[in-house]
C-alpha cells in the first residue's frame, strides 16, 4: 500500500548518480547483418505460430485476418533462418539479401 | 546513559555494527576475525540484531552478497581477515567502482606465504588501490568509535566509498579494554538512517548496473572515484569534529604526540602507536627530544596534515608492518617521503611482520638509529632480521 | 526509470548483437516473458552480458546488475535477502549464466546458494563451452568435443548439473531446451512460484561454437532430445518426473553429425557416448519410479 501510495507522488526527474549504470533501452542495428531475408509464401501459410515462437529476436507477428498474415520486422532480422528450418509446410524460403530490391 | 563495558576489539565491531541497525550480514569466519562472524550471527539469532544472517561459504561471496544486499538500499555488515580479504578482491573493486559504501572491519593478519595466523598489516595494504578507504585504529575504544564514524564517512553522498576499519589482529581484536558505550539513541542521531540516492536495484524504478562501460568513461568514472576521496579527507574532518563535539573523543586523519621541538619521530599505524608513544615518554626523561606520529587515515593518505605536523622535525623514521618488496621502502614509508621535501631524513624500518611484537625496546631501537644517522640509507632497515644467516635458515637433505 | 530509445514487445530489445541463431536469445525472451518486471536479474560477463549492453544503452529493460564471473549466485543472494530485508517478499531474484560461470568457476557459491536455502532462481544456459571468451572447453563440455582448448576431444564427460543441484534437494530444479518451447515456459512458470532454490538448466545451441548452420540450432536441440543426448526432466518436492520419453532413443549419431564440434569423434568413442547417454537414461527412468 505503501508503495502505491509513493507511486502517486513520486516525480520523475533527472538525477545524477556515481557509478556505472545504463538506463537508455536502445536496440542494435541487426537487420544490418542479414546475408539472407525470409520471404513467406502467404497461399501456403496455415497460420500455426512455429516460426513466431522460435525467432531468437521475437520479431514474427502473425495476423491471421490478413491476407500477408506473417510480418517479420526486417529492421532487426539477422536472417537467420530458423523459421524457414522450422516452418512445418517449408513455407518460408531465405532468398539473397541483395536479389531483394 | 553511557556506559562503560569491557570488550575486546572484535566485540567492539560488532556492538558499532549492532547500533549501525544493519538489515543483511554476511560473514565467513577466519582467524582472528572469527569472533565477528560468530557474534552477529549471535546477535541476530536473539533478535538484538533485527537482520538477515547469511552464513557464507566463502568471503568472496561475502562480499559479494554485501554488494548486491546493499545496492537494494540496506546497510549491510561483513568483515575478514588476511587471506579472506585476499580472496574478496575482485569484489572489493566492484564495491568501489558501483560506489557501494560498505563498512568493513578488517582483522590485521600476515598474508601466507608463510602461513602464519599474526598480525601484520600486509593484507589491508595489499588493497590500498581497491578504492577503499582505509583507518587504522590504535586501541579498542578508537575501534569502536571508528566504527561509527565510518558509517557516516562512507555514506555520505559526497564520498559513497567503501571502507575498512583495519585493527591488528589479536593485539587488538583479542585485547580486553574498557570501553565507553553510548546509548542507542545517540548513536541513531549520529549515523541515521541508511538512505541510498545513487545506484539501486528496485523493480519499480529499475536501471541495468555495471554493465560495460568504454575507456573514455571509465576514465571519468575513475575521476569521480578520486574525487571520492578528496572529498572523504574533508568529510572526515567534519565528522570527527562532529564527534567529538557529540561524544567528546578527539580523532584526526594523522595524530601527534610530543612532536613539538622533536628532533625526530617515528610515523606509525595501528596499536604500535601506543607503544611508540609510551617509548617516547620515557626517553623525554632520558632527555631526548623525540616524539610519535600516528597515521589514522592511510586512504586517503593525509599528506597536507602529515606535512603540517613533521614541519621542522628534521628527522622521520617511518616503521613499516608490511615489506613493499622491490620498491625504495615500504608503503608508509613511499608515502610519508613523497609528503615531504628532500631537507628531511625519511628512514624506513619494516618491523613485526606475522605478529613479531613491535615492543618497547623496537621502538627504542629505530629511535636510536634515526638519532644517530646522518643518511637514510638506500633501503628500508629490517628491524631484527638475522641478515647473515636469512639465506640458510633451512638445510634439507634432499637430492642434487 | 529507463528512456525508451526503442519499442519492444517483451523486455528485451528486439536488436540485440547476439549471433544470428543464438538461442540463449530465445531462452531470455522467454524466461523474463514468463518472470515479468518484478524481477531483477544477475548476470555475469559472457554472452549473456550483452543483454546489460554498452555505456548507457541497455537491451533490458529490468532492475539488473552484471556481476563477475563465479558469483552470480552470491549476488543474486545478496540482492534477494536486501528485499527480504525490506519486506518485500514479492521481487523474483534470477541469476542468468552461462555452464562455465556456472558449473566451473560458478560451483562454489551456486553451492552455498542451494544449500543455504536461498530464495534465488538459478538459470543455467548451457552452451557446453566458454563461448564468449573463443569456445574454450568447460566442465560442461561433452565427451568427444572439439574446443579451441579440446582440440583432440574432450576426454571426459560433462558434469551433471542436476544431480548437483538435486544433491542439494533443493525444492525444484529442472532442465528444459529451446526446441520445447511450452515444456520451458511451464518450468520457468513453476520455479517462478518457488520460494527458496530454485535451478534450471536450459541446453543453449550455439551455431558459432557448436558449427552449424544458423537455422538449425533449434532441429539440432530437437535431436539432442530425441537421442538422450540432452533429458527433459525435473524434481519437485523430491520427486524426478521425465518429461519427454522417447519410446526408442535415436542414435546419437544423428544429433553429432549435425555438428561440426563432434567431427573428431572415431566410432569407438560415439559408441561410448552411446552407452553413457543409454545408460543414464534408464538411470532416469528408474529413479522416477
Known amino acids: 500500500m505503501l508503495n502505491q501510495q509513493e507511486q502517486h507522488t513520486k516525480k520523475l526527474q533527472k538525477c545524477r548518480v556515481l557509478g556505472p549504470c545504463a538506463v537508455e533501452f536502445a536496440a ?35 495476423d491471421k485476418g490478413k491476407k500477408e498474415c506473417v510480418d517479420i520486422d526486417m529492421n532487426y532480422c539477422k536472417g537467420c533462418g530458423i523459421c524457414a528450418n522450422e516452418c512445418p509446410k517449408k513455407c518460408i524460403d531465405m532468398v539473397d539479401e541483395r536479389s531483394v530490391g | ?154 555514506e555520505n553522498p559526497e564520498v559513497l566509498t567503501p571502507i575498512m576499519v583495519c585493527l591488528d589482529g589479536f593485539f587488538l581484536s583479542h585485547s580486553m579494554q574498557k570501553v565507553l558505550l553510548p546509548e542507542q539513541a545517540e548513536v541513531d542521531e549520529f549515523i541515521g538512517e541508511y538512505t541510498v540516492n545513487n545506484l539501486k536495484l528496485d523493480p519499480e524504478d529499475p536501471m541495468v548496473i555495471d554493465n560495460l562501460i568504454g575507456s573514455d568513461e571509465i576514465t571519468e568514472m575513475k575521476y569521480q572515484q578520486a574525487i571520492g576521496f578528496e572529498k572523504a579527507h574533508d568529510v572526515m574532518l567534519e565528522v570527527f569534529e562532529e564527534f567529538y563535539q557529540k561524544f567528546g573523543r578527539r580523532k584526526a586523519l594523522v595524530e601527534g604526540y610530543r612532536t613539538e621541538d622533536a628532533e625526530a619521530v617515528v610515523v606509525t599505524l ?45 628527522k622521520v623514521a617511518v616503521i613499516d608492518r608490511t615489506t613493499g618488496f622491490g620498491g625504495e621502502g615500504a608503503p608508509m614509508w613511499v608515502e610519508t617521503k613523497a609528503a615531504l621535501s628532500d631537507e628531511y631524513l625519511v628512514k624506513g624500518y619494516i618491523a613485526g611482520l606475522a605478529g613479531r611484537d613491535i615492543h618497547t625496546g623496537t621502538i627504542e631501537q629505530v629511535f636510536r638509529d634515526i638519532l644517530a644517522s646522518d643518511q637514510a640509507g638506500e633501503k628500508p632497515v629490517w628491524i631484527d632480521c638475522n641478515t647473515e644467516h636469512a639465506m640458510n635458515i633451512r638445510e634439507v637433505n634432499k637430492y642434487v | 526509470m529507463f528512456n525508451l530509445k526503442s519499442e519492444a514487445r517483451g523486455f528485451i530489445a528486439h536488436g540485440v548483437s547476439a549471433c544470428a541463431g543464438c538461442g540463449m536469445e530465445l531462452i531470455i525472451r522467454n524466461v523474463l516473458d514468463v518472470l515479468g518486471s518484478d524481477t531483477t536479474i544477475v548476470i555475469p560477463p559472457g554472452c549473456s552480458a550483452l543483454f546489460c549492453g554498452f555505456g548507457n544503452e541497455t537491451g533490458m529493460k529490468i532492475s539488473a546488475f552484471q556481476g563477475n564471473l563465479e558469483n552470480s549466485a552470491a549476488y543474486a543472494t545478496g540482492i534477494s535477502r536486501g528485499y527480504r530485508a525490506q519486506g518485500n517478499d514479492h521481487t523474483k531474484v534470477v541469476a542468468f549464466a552461462g555452464d562455465g560461470g556456472t558449473l566451473d568457476i560458478g560451483l562454489q557459491a551456486l553451492s552455498g546458494m542451494m544449500e543455504r536455502g536461498e530464495d534465488v532462481l538459478y538459470i543455467c544456459y548451457d552452451n557446453e563451452a566458454y563461448m564468449n571468451t573463443g569456445i574454450q572447453g568447460s566442465s560442461s563440455t ?148
Open chain 3, 142 to 289: 561433452p565427451y568427444g568435443t572439439s574446443t579451441t582448448t579440446t582440440p583432440g576431444g574432450k576426454t571426459v564427460q560433462k558434469k551433471d548439473l542436476l544431480g548437483i543441484a538435486i544433491a542439494h534437494q533443493i525444492p525444484y530444479c529442472a532442465s528444459a531446451t529451446v526446441s520445447h518451447i511450452p515444456d520451458l515456459r511451464k518450468k520457468v512458470e513453476k520455479a517462478k512460484h518457488v520460494k527458496g532454490p530454485s535451478l534450471l538448466h536450459i541446453h543453449c545451441p550455439c551455431p558459432t561454437g557448436w558449427g552449424f548452420d544458423t537455422a538449425k540450432s533449434v532441429e539440432v536441440c530437437r535431436k539432442g532430445v530425441q537421442s538422450g543426448a540432452w533429458l527433459l526432466y525435473e524434481y519437485e518436492n523430491g520427486k524426478i518426473r521425465v518429461n519427454v520419453k522417447p519410446k526408442e532413443l535415436l542414435p546419437v549419431k544423428e544429433y553429432l553429425m549435425l555438428q561440426r564440434r563432434f567431427r573428431k569423434m572415431s566410432d569407438e568413442q560415439v559408441g561410448a557416448l552411446e552407452r553413457a547417454i543409454r545408460e543414464q537414461y534408464e538411470k532416469l527412468l528408474e529413479k522416477e519410479e
Open chain 1, 28 to 62: 542494435a542495428n541487426t537487420g544490418s547483418w542479414r546475408l539472407e531475408r525470409p520471404i513467406v509464401r502467404f497461399n501456403e501459410c496455415i497460420k500455426c505460430g512455429t516460426c513466431q515462437r522460435f525467432c531468437p529476436a521475437d520479431l514474427i507477428t502473425i
Open chain 2, 1 to 154: 546513559m553511557a556506559h562503560y563495558k569491557m570488550l575486546d576489539g572484535n566485540t567492539a565491531c560488532v556492538e558499532a555494527i549492532k547500533m549501525a541497525k544493519v538489515k543483511v550480514v554476511s560473514a565467513y569466519p577466519i582467524t582472528p576475525q572469527s569472533t565477528i562472524a560468530e557474534k552477529l550471527s549471535e546477535e541476530v539469532e536473539s533478535g538484538a540484531l533485527d537482520a538477515g544472517y547469511i552464513r557464507v561459504e566463502s568471503e568472496h561471496t561475502a562480499m559479494s552478497c554485501a554488494v548486491g544486499a546493499q545496492l537494494t538500499g540496506v546497510r549491510t555488515a561483513t568483515a575478514t581477515a588476511s587471506v579472506g580479504l585476499a580472496l574478496m578482491h575482485e569484489v572489493l573493486n566492484v564495491a568501489s567502482g558501483c560506489r557501494v559504501p560498505i563498512v568493513m572491519p578488517v582483522v590485521n593478519r600476515s598474508l601466507a606465504s608463510p602461513w602464519s595466523l599474526w598480525c601484520d598489516h600486509q593484507d589491508s595494504i595489499a588493497e590500498r588501490d581497491s578504492g577503499w578507504l582505509q583507518l587504522y585504529c590504535e586501541n579498542v575504544q578508537d575501534i569502536y568509535d571508528t566504527m561509527l564514524m565510518a558509517y557516516r564517512i562512507a
Open chain 2, 270 to 314: 595501528g596499536s604500535m602507536s601506543g607503544t611508540a608513544k609510551y617509548v617516547v615518554d620515557q626517553l623525554h626523561e632520558q632527555g631526548h627530544k623525540v616524539g610519535a606520529v600516528k597515521v589514522v587515515s592511510f586512504r586517503p593518505f593525509p599528506a597536507k596534515e602529515l606535512r603540517e605536523l613533521l614541519s621542522g622535525i628534521k
